[in-house]
Structures are given as C-alpha cells and as structure tokens.
C-alpha cells in the first residue's frame, strides 16, 4: 500500500500540474501542498531516520527560497 502511494500521488501531481500549467499557465497551490503533506507522512513510514529526513525539509526549502528569489527578480 504504501509503495502504491508513493508511485501514485507523486506522477498524478506531475501531470496535473504540467497539464494546468499548460492551459492555463497556472499551477494551483494544492499540488505542492499535496506533495509535501505526502512526503511529510510517507517517509517516516519507510524508514527514513531524522537526518535524511531533515536533509530533505532543508533542500526543500532552499529550493523555495532560490526560486522566491528569482521571481522578486522578474
């Protein structure tokens, strides 16, 4: 089950957002709350430790932050 979760929730979030993003060059605010809501539940559960937990949270929001950036740049 939980395996199905991972391969199932990650691609349709993918393909939602490039298809919105397509039509209407928006990609709303729910799949990436959707992604990291899954993360935030998943991986604990296959036995992820705290760090690499962590090491994933921080490249996650280095991530937001450099693209932040790059839109306060136009």
Do not use: K
Not at 10 to 19: D, G, N, R
Not at 40 to 67: E, I, K, N, Q, R
């Amino acid at each position: 089950m939980l395996v199905a979760v991972i391969f199932v929730v990650f691609p349709f979030c993918m393909l939602f957002a490039a298809v919105s993003d397509t039509l209407s060059m928006t990609i709303a605010n729910r799949v990436p709350v959707l992604l990291v809501a899954t993360f935030a539940v998943v991986a604990p559960l296959t036995g992820m430790d705290w760090a690499t937990y962590g090491w994933h949270l921080a490249a996650g929001s280095l991530v937001l932050a450099v693209t932040f950036g790059l839109f306060a740049l136009g």
